[in-house]
């Protein structure tokens, strides 16, 4: 397709109106600063046959430790739907306080009167793990909720004093995904071999084609708080690090140039960071920022996950290379999450 043709398709599907829905949390954004572009030019004289195979840039390692983070977001993404909210410990994945409906029709955004729903059951937990903590502290005794509760915090043999200190701190709600997901699960099949293509040319992991279910659900006009745009997410810094283009479209809407754009970031990530949970986490995190992380704490990512409390490493950070696991099993088997 020429670029005319190029130009006219996507204006068509942008105002069909696929929206962005991505906005439960203000993520970072990658650190993609331009003195990446000199180098990305010095290796771009080289032929793609030159790439090295996708062995040498490793897999996706799951620790087991990871594994109630990446069943969350399983949850979030196919079993949750966008009427249901879960609230939760935004450390300890696995606990889960409670599962609720929101009342009334819901659409892909809330009511005012939902919002204060949500609002209303964050501080309902609140209160009674304050009041569970001082009961723990003072050596008090359980009502049958309390017990209820301590059984949540204890699963896997975790300590109840140190489960209990600060757990009304941690309290998060998240709404469910599963309409969107399956939503982007469709859009997806137009691009999938598309995509694989441009990473395997890469040298890079077919699977990274499924990013764009984290960052996007595959929408084309989606646009985060701090600029972002398209189905890959980038900044204008980041497009014309790692897209450079004298045109002046911007081929942050043209799917296939950002996933182009993205193989150039990720492989670049990849040789700085060492390894695949790092290069992902740095999509939202930035490059610089899990250099520091390293730096900090080791190359051990659970470490980092676990105590690493620099700044602007939050619970998007800490999850998205969970939340990129969890995606790619949904949608390496869609059928068996939607049959």
Known sequence: MNRTGLEAWFFLVFVLGLTACNNN?????PDKNANDLSLLQSQSSASQNTYKSPTQYGTFIKPGELEPAVDFWRKTYAVWRRSEVAVHDDRYM?????VFVLPGNVGEGLTSEQKEVVSHHREFWRAQLSVLEAKIHNNEPLNANDRQIVAKLTRNGRQIHYMVTGASQRIRSQRGTRERFKQGLDISQRYDTQFRRIFKDAGLPEDLAYLPHVESSFQFSAKSSAGAVGMWQFTKSGAQTF???????????DPVASA?????????????L????AAITSYNHGIGGMKRAQNQVGRDFVQIVDTYTGPAFGFASRNYYAQFLA???IAN???QYFP
């Open 25 to 29: 949390s203000v993520r970072d954004l």
């Open 94 to 98: 696995d606990v889960i306080y409670e």
């Open 243 to 253: 897209m450079p283009d004298n045109n002046k479209i911007d081929l942050r809407l």
């Open 260 to 272: 182009v754009g993205a193989a150039n970031y990720l492989r670049h990530a990849y040789k700085k």
């Open 274 to 277: 060492g390894d695949w949970p």
């Open 327 to 329: 995606a790619r099993e």
């Open 333 to 335: 088997n869609p059928r």
